[in-house]
């Protein structure tokens, strides 16, 4: 086919390939494979991928499923686990019937032994690329970039902070793209407790990785100074990452969402709604998201809560990102009868309806219709602990010699 049709002919017929389409044609000649590898490729592929997506509606679902014998939290996001069992990647349609597109398997460089947990938490996703952290229930220092589309992987080296070094902390992580630079970075909060390191009681750090240097920076204060809550789910919109935390002022914590502009790497606060920040003293659990247009913020409160299952869940969505005036409670959530416990919520989907783990004799999977208020049962799961990300397939880290098969 190279001798016979143009250079641009053949790059627009590669582009429509899929990813694992793709990692065979890098093997058909040297040319094809040198084009394929190049970034430039390599960030176009995932722009037509992400565009026929929004065409045709072929958007994806990662879930990541925990079968264990007993979970619960103990504070802000932290989960113990007993009696792991088994876990599933699997990726699905965002559509009506939430088919199954495929199952994915991790194989992990990293040893049993060398692992602090039985597997990975996700932590965001991004392009295509897993970030995947070893702090599910105990503090690890192994950290993963995956992508599971073409089965490749980068082991991050350890940070700079850790127990040896720095005593008890708390932490929380965030995974983004920085557009300027075309990197990938992970984001780590610390929060050292008090008494471990002279001078640093009640002060949080952070310390960020970036996958084209292949290392951490150096470590230093956040600013504004706040209280994370230990395993915060992160929100990766209009570049920048989000997390609930809180900050003392006087006498009482206030609570806010903790924003981090992953080029200029530089802090800033974005205001709850107000009808919440008197309910937010220790009563409410919060959960930041990205709204089902991905163009801001949302936030799913629940509470209160006993084992990890909840009497209630707030939905709300900020019209105008970074407008504390613009958050709107969109949906209340109250458990659908005596045998049903509300869990958690899970994310928003493409049609902006919101997904939903019930624990029930089954624990169902739900989609939420925010606007008609119902229901529909996406399937019962043998796994007590789910989370899922919206997926795009892409090749991003072909290019990389150092990442491995998974």
């Known amino acids: 086919m190279s001798d016979y049709l143009p250079q641009e002919v053949i790059t627009n017929i590669l582009l429509r390939l899929p990813s694992k389409s793709l990692v065979i044609c890098t093997s058909v000649c040297k040319s094809w494979g040198s084009m394929i590898k190049n970034s430039s490729f390599i960030q ?3 722009s037509h991928r992400i565009n026929y997506n929004n065409l045709h509606g072929t958007h994806l679902l990662l879930l990541h499923g925990v079968s264990c014998k007993t979970y619960g939290s103990s504070f ?4 113990f686990i007993n009696g792991f069992k088994e876990e599933v990647y699997s990726l699905h349609y965002d559509n009506y019937n939430f088919d199954e ?13 060398e692992m602090c947990n039985e597997y990975f938490r ?15 229930s105990h503090f690890g220092y192994n950290f993963i970039i995956w992508n599971p589309s073409i089965r490749k992987l980068v082991t991050l080296p350890k940070p700079g902070l850790k127990y040896e070094t720095i005593g008890g902390y708390y932490a929380c992580h965030g995974f983004a793209f920085d557009a300027i630079t075309n990197d990938y970075k992970v984001v780590r909060l610390i929060e050292v407790q008090s008494g471990f390191m002279e001078g640093t009681a009640n002060q949080t750090f952070m310390e960020v990785y970036s996958l084209a240097a292949g290392s951490w920076s150096d470590p230093r204060l ?43 790497e530089l802090f800033r606060e974005i205001m709850v709604p107000k009808s919440l920040e008197s309910d937010l003293q220790g009563v409410l659990s919060l959960q930041v998201s990205v709204s089902g247009d991905g163009k801001s913020l949302a936030l799913f409160v629940a509470g209160p809560s006993e084992e990890g299952i909840y009497s209630f869940l707030h939905v709300w969505v900020m019209k105008e990102y970074s407008v504390q005036d613009s958050w709107t409670k969109l949906f209340t959530l109250h ?7 509300l869990l958690r919520a899970l994310c928003f989907r493409k049609s902006g309806e919101v997904i939903l783990q019930v624990y029930n004799s089954y624990k169902e ?8 208020g119902q229901f529909k049962t996406l399937g019962n799961s043998i796994y007590k602990c789910n989370t899922m990300h919206p997926y795009e397939e892409s090749i991003v880290l072909l290019d990389r010699n150092d990442a491995i098969s998974s």
Request: proline letters at 5%; charged letters at 15%.
């Open 335 to 341: 458990p659908q009868g005596p045998e049903e416990r």
């Open 365 to 372: 999977l739900y989609s939420l219709d925010l606007a008609s």
């Open 44 to 46: 176009a592929h995932l």
């Open 222 to 264: 956040v600013d504004p100074q706040c209280g994370i809550n230990t395993g915060s789910p992160q929100a990766f919109v209009n570049g920048a990452l989000h997390w609930d935390v809180c900050g003392l002022a006087s006498t009482s914590y206030h609570y806010f969402v903790l924003a981090f502009d992953v080029s200029s």
């Open 76 to 79: 802000g996001h932290y989960l």
């Open 101 to 113: 597109y495929c199952k994915v398997v991790l194989q992990s460089p990293i040893s049993d032994e």
């Open 122 to 136: 996700v932590v965001g996703i991004c392009n295509g690329l897993v970030f995947l952290a070893d702090d599910f």
